[in-house]
Nanobody, 115 residues
């Protein structure tokens, strides 16, 4: 069982920045493939960014060049640095871990981009 806990969400003005963090349980965090997803009201959950166990990254097209996913295996934590935020980035952001083919989810952290 992998437990995930997100933090770092909040209200930010357009053009601003936020850094999301996700802490994971387990002593073998380095083996987890990690990711961030988001779900806006009335929309399906969508992939934002992923980082594999060997730190290979992938981004959804709309966030390329603005968001950066990273991981610190010594802290069992994955980060999502979000810059140049737009109102359309408003969503509940979820942390995801995949281990041995099994997905695990956090509770989510709300990001609201509004003036």
């Amino acid at each position: 069982q992998v437990q995930l806990g997100e933090s770092g969400g909040g209200l930010v003005q357009p053009g601003g920045s936020l850094r999301l963090s996700c802490g994971a349980s387990g002593s073998i965090f380095s083996f987890y493939d990690m990711g961030w997803y988001r779900q806006a009201p009335g929309k399906q959950r969508e992939l934002v960014a992923t980082i594999s166990s060997n730190s290979r990254t992938k981004y959804e097209d709309s966030v390329k060049g603005r968001f950066t996913i990273s991981r610190d295996n010594t802290k069992n934590t994955v980060y999502l640095q979000m810059n140049s935020l737009k109102p359309e980035d408003t969503a509940l952001y979820y942390c995801n871990a995949i281990f041995r083919g099994q997905p695990y989810w956090g509770q989510g952290t709300q990001v609201t981009v509004s003036s």
